[in-house]
């Protein structure tokens, strides 16, 4: 057997398994570090990074890489509200703009959708359909709208509703467009959330709806919760911030579904 400083170097597949190797042990590894384990270039380890970040199965942090990262619980309605608000009113003004005067629409709980709610306040014969307290407090004052909140069970810290009762409520409807928001996404597991809770409620928008669209940010991907909700590729658009990485953003244009990339 040849000494290790003389066996052939590795083909790109067998490089890639072995990087993938270590971010499991690892969980993040910087570019120094891969170029050390691998004994190749920063270029050559680029652009593995690339190929395996266009199939889902890393992602890209400044200077270097991780694996996807498990989320056990989300944070409360008022901690989300505090960060990433130009990044969301980006994504909320591309995901109005697929709503016409007189549909139907579903709002899912969530800071980023709450954030379309100025917008559809100028719509002319709407229907919004919603789970989210704070969605419907907002648009009270707007009698030119058609408002349905779907009840359940109260999930206080969200201030939404969730479980059987609010979804059998979303059965009962047909939707133009449900707009779908969610914890935690990437290609491979699609959206997923810690609560089973929500699970059903996000599936019957998604049923009921003749469009379904993804709204949910950049700083998610790469995520996954225990409970799994849908493919990615059960979304007709995913809308999401500009500080996408391309790579991943091929890798999801390669499902499918249509990107939006919006620019705070």
């Known amino acids: 057997m040849a000494p290790d ?20 042990r690892d969980g993040v590894l910087s570019v120094q570090q891969i170029t050390r384990l691998l004994g190749v270039s920063h270029m050559t380890v680029r652009r593995d990074i690339a190929e395996l970040e266009k199939k889902g199965m890393v992602f890209s942090v400044p200077g270097g890489v991780r ?11 008022l901690d989300k509200s505090q960060v990433e608000q130009p990044q969301k009113r980006a994504m909320a003004a591309e ?10 629409v ?18 002319q014969d709407l229907t919004v359909v919603t789970n989210d307290f704070t969605t419907i407090g907002r648009l009270m004052d707007t009698p030119h709208l058609d408002l349905v909140h779907v009840g359940g069970r109260v999930d206080v810290s969200n201030r939404s509703s969730v479980g059987r009762l609010a979804a059998d409520t979303l059965r009962q409807l047909a939707l133009d467009v449900a707009f779908i928001s969610t914890s935690s996404w990437d290609l491979l597991r699609g959206i997923t959330t810690p609560s089973e809770a929500k699970v ?27 409970y799994r909700v849908a493919p990615l590729t059960a ?13 991943a953003a091929e890798g999801i244009r390669g499902g499918g579904s249509s990107l939006v990339l919006a620019l705070s």
Request: glycine letters at 8%.
């Open 5 to 24: 400083d003389e066996r052939p170097p590795l083909i790109p597949d067998q490089r890639r398994e072995q990087l993938l190797k270590h971010l499991r």
């Open 67 to 77: 694996i996807a990262g498990a989320i056990h619980s989300e944070p409360g309605f």
């Open 95 to 104: 995901a109005a703009r697929l709503v016409r005067d007189g549909m139907t």
């Open 106 to 123: 579903y709002l899912d709980a969530g800071t980023t959708l709450l954030a379309m709610v100025p917008v559809l306040a100028q719509r």
């Open 200 to 226: 059903e409620v996000k599936q019957a928008a998604m049923a009921c709806a003749a469009h379904s669209v993804l709204v949910a940010g950049s700083s998610k991907y790469g995520t996954f919760g225990r």
């Open 235 to 247: 979304f007709d658009t995913i809308v999401t911030d500009a500080e996408l990485t391309d790579a």
